[in-house]
C-alpha cells in the first residue's frame, strides 16, 4: 500500500516534470557601453578589486583602483574571498585563473584551500517605484532592467571574454584549522588561451584564533526540491533528482543550514514561487472514512538532507496554507477532492488531529520527534492561536516554529520564534528564550529595501545582517528562498512578484552568488564576535568588551536611505581585527 501512495504522489505531480534545464548563455546588456571610456584602455588590465563592488560590464574598472597585491586577515578555520578584476578592449579568446599555495617558511596553505569562480552577469531590476521594498506585481516594462554581477560560476575552467568587457573573478580561500599563525604569500595568475597575462599577489595574514568546526549561527534557509525537479527534467526524489540537489543543498550545509523544509500540505504557499510546493505526505481518506498517511517522499527528503550534515532541525509548514484549504485522495471517489476548512472549525480540528497523531507516531519511529517543529508563517493571529490549540490537543509535545510580526502572546508559545528584522523583542524575554533552549531569530523578505538580499542589493548589506543578529543577541536568520527559482534563473532573476533574486540565493548545479557569499561571510563575524564577547566577559576585560560593544553599535537601521552597509562593514571588520 505505501508504494501505491507513493506512486501515487508522483502520479499527482508528473506535469511539472516535462521541463528540461537552459542553455546558459548572458541576456543581451540594456545598457550601452561607454565607448569614451574604453578608447582610453589600449590592452587587457587586472586587479585585486573589492568583494563589496559589482562591477559593471560595460564599463572598464578604473574607477575602482584595482590593485596588484591583495592582503585578508583570517582566523584558522575561516574561509575569506577576494575579488579580482579583468578588463579588456580586446576580446580574450580564453580567460582561466591558476592559483599556487600560500607559503610561510616551511608552513602552507595548499592550492587545494583556493577556489575561483568567474562571476557572471544575471538580469535584475530595483526597489519599488517609492523605494519600499518590492512587494507586488512587477511588469518587467516599468522596471530600469541591468545585468549585475551575482553568480559565481565555478564550474567553467574558461571564459571567453568579448571586448570592451569587464570580468570579475571570486578567489576564496579556505584556511585549514591547523595552519600555524603568520603572513602567508603567494600568486594567483591571470591566462588567456593557457598564456599568462598577469600575476597578482596574495597574502592571508592568518591570526592565532580559531573558528569552531560548525557555526552556532541558527541558519534558516527554506530549500525547494520541486524547482530543481523542474529545472533538471528528473522525476521528484528520484536518483538522478537527488544528484541534482546535492551541489545546492551541500552548500547551504556547508556555511551552517540548521534546518530541513519539509512541506506536509498541498501548496501551502498557494503557488507563490514559479515551482510550488507539494506535499511531502500523501493524505489518503479510506473508503470505511478512517485516514492513512504515507510519508515515502518526507523520509527520502530529510534522509537526504541529513547525509549533507542538515539535522539539527525539521520545519514542517503549513497547517494554515495561504489558501485556506487542503487537498486529499478520497478513496471512495477515487479522485483527488480539498477540504475548505480553517482553524477554530471542527472538520479542521477532525482532519488534523489524526494526521498529526500519526505523524508524531512516524517521527518518533525515525527519531526525528524532538526536532520537528509544525511550521507556519505571516498568518492572522486569531488563526495562529486555534491551530497551536489543534496541535497542543491533539499532540502536547510537539514543538511549533512562526516567523511573522512579533506577539507577546505567542512569546513563550512558540520554540523558534522568528520576526521581520525591523522589529524589536523584548531584550529580557530574549535571554530567558535562550536559556530555555527556544530559538530566536530575525528575517528579511520583500518588505524590506535595506538591507536584503536582492542581485541589485549592494553586496555588504548580506554581510550586515550577521552582525546586526549579533548585536541584538539572536540565535540566527531565516530567509524565505534558497533555491526557489525562477523560469531562467542563471540569465533572469526578476519575478512576477517581489524584487529580483528575492526568490533564490542559490543557482543551479550549486553555483553560489555574490549574495550567499557576503551571507556566509555574515555569519563569521557573527561566530567571532560571539567568542570575543565571551572571552572578554570571562577575562573581566571591560575595555575590550566596550570597544566590542561600540563596534556593534554602528549596526543601526535606518528609517530611511542611503543604507551605508559597506562603509558600516568594512570599518567593523578592521576594528575587530584589533580585538
Not at 587587457?44 to 590593485?67: L, S, V
Not at 529545472?231 to 550545509?253: N, T
Not at 577575562?539 to 568588551?545: A, N, S, W
Request: proline letters at 6%.
Amino acid at each position: 500500500m505505501k508504494k501505491t501512495l507513493f506512486y501515487l504522489f508522483l502520479w499527482c505531480l508528473s506535469p511539472m516534470l516535462q521541463a528540461q534545464s537552459e542553455a546558459w548563455q548572458e541576456l543581451p546588456n540594456p545598457v550601452e557601453t561607454n565607448a569614451a571610456a574604453w578608447a582610453k584602455i589600449k590592452k587587457p588590465q587586472a586587479g585585486w578589486g573589492n568583494t563589496n563592488i559589482r562591477y559593471k560590464k560595460e564599463t572598464p574598472a578604473t574607477n575602482a583602483r584595482p590593485q596588484k597585491q591583495m592582503e585578508i586577515t583570517a582566523w584558522r578555520g575561516e574561509k575569506v574571498s577576494a575579488q579580482l578584476i579583468v578588463w579588456t578592449p580586446l576580446p580574450l579568446e580564453s580567460l582561466s585563473i591558476s592559483v599556487n599555495e600560500l607559503r610561510n617558511g616551511p608552513h602552507a596553505i595548499p592550492d587545494s584551500a583556493i577556489k575561483t569562480g568567474f562571476v557572471r552577469y544575471v538580469m535584475t531590476d530595483g526597489l519599488n517605484k517609492d523605494g519600499k521594498g518590492t512587494a507586488g506585481y512587477r511588469d518587467k516594462r516599468d522596471f530600469d532592467s541591468t545585468l549585475v554581477a551575482d553568480i559565481i560560476d565555478h564550474l567553467a575552467d574558461t571564459l571567453p571574454v568579448a571586448a570592451r568587457t569587464t570580468q570579475p573573478v571570486w578567489v576564496s580561500v579556505k584556511i585549514p584549522v591547523e595552519t600555524p599563525p603568520g603572513l602567508y604569500s603567494g600568486t594567483v595568475t591571470v591566462k588567456n588561451a593557457g598564456l599568462p597575462l598577469f600575476d597578482l599577489r596574495l597574502r592571508i595574514r592568518v591570526q592565532d584564533r580559531a573558528l569552531p568546526a560548525s557555526p552556532s549561527f541558527h541558519l534558516d534557509l527554506w530549500q525547494n526540491p520541486y524547482a530543481v525537479a523542474r529545472y533538471h527534467g528528473v522525476e521528484l526524489f528520484s536518483e538522478a533528482h537527488f544528484e541534482a540537489m546535492r551541489p545546492v543543498m551541500r552548500r547551504y550545509a556547508d556555511i551552517g543550514g540548521k534546518v530541513i523544509t519539509a512541506s506536509i500540505t498541498h501548496k501551502p504557499w498557494d503557488g507563490q514561487t514559479y515551482d510550488p510546493f507539494e506535499s511531502m505526505v500523501t493524505w489518503l481518506k479510506k473508503a470505511d472514512g478512517t485516514w492513512l498517511f504515507d510519508y515515502t517522499a518526507f523520509d527520502l527528503w530529510v534522509e537526504f538532507m541529513m547525509s549533507l550534515g542538515v539535522t539539527e532541525q525539521i520545519n514542517c509548514y503549513s497547517m494554515i496554507p495561504w489558501r485556506m484549504s487542503f487537498q486529499y485522495f478520497d478513496q471512495a471517489s477515487n479522485s483527488f477532492k480539498y477540504l475548505d476548512t480553517k482553524p477554530g472549525d471542527k472538520a479542521y480540528k477532525e482532519f488534523w488531529s489524526a494526521m498529526l497523531r500519526s505523524f508524531a507516531s512516524h517521527l518518533k519511529e525515525k527519531g526525528w520527534f524532538d526536532i520537528t517543529r509544525i511550521a507556519m508563517d505571516e498568518r492572522p493571529m486569531d488563526l495562529t492561536q486555534e491551530a497551536i490549540k489543534v496541535v497542543k490537543e491533539a499532540v502536547p509535545d510537539f514543538k511549533i516554529s512562526f516567523a511573522g510580526n512579533y506577539h507577546p502572546e505567542l512569546l513563550h508559545q512558540i520554540d523558534d520564534y522568528c520576526i521581520p528584522i525591523g522589529d524589536e523583542y523584548p531584550a529580557d524575554s530574549i535571554r530567558q528564550r535562550q536559556s530555555e533552549g527556544k530559538i530566536t531569530t530575525y528575517y528579511t523578505c520583500c518588505v524590506e529595501s535595506y538591507p536584503n538580499t536582492y542581485t541589485f542589493s549592494p553586496p555588504a548589506e548580506a554581510e550586515w545582517i550577521g552582525w546586526y543578529v549579533a548585536r541584538k543577541h539572536l540565535d540566527g536568520y531565516l530567509r524565505w528562498a534558497l533555491n526557489s527559482w525562477v523560469e531562467s534563473p542563471l540569465r533572469d532573476s526578476r519575478f512576477r512578484t517581489w524584487g529580483a533574486g528575492d526568490t533564490y540565493l542559490l543557482y543551479p548545479d550549486g553555483r553560489s552568488s555574490v549574495r550567499f557569499e557576503k551571507l556566509a561571510e555574515g555569519i563569521t563575524a557573527y561566530e567571532k564576535i560571539n567568542i570575543l564577547r565571551k572571552e572578554f566577559e570571562e577575562k573581566g576585560d571591560t575595555r575590550k568588551l566596550k570597544r566590542l560593544n561600540d563596534i556593534l553599535n554602528t549596526f543601526v537601521l535606518p528609517d530611511e536611505g542611503p543604507f551605508p552597509a559597506k562603509e558600516t562593514v568594512e570599518n567593523a571588520r578592521r576594528a575587530l581585527e584589533q580585538l
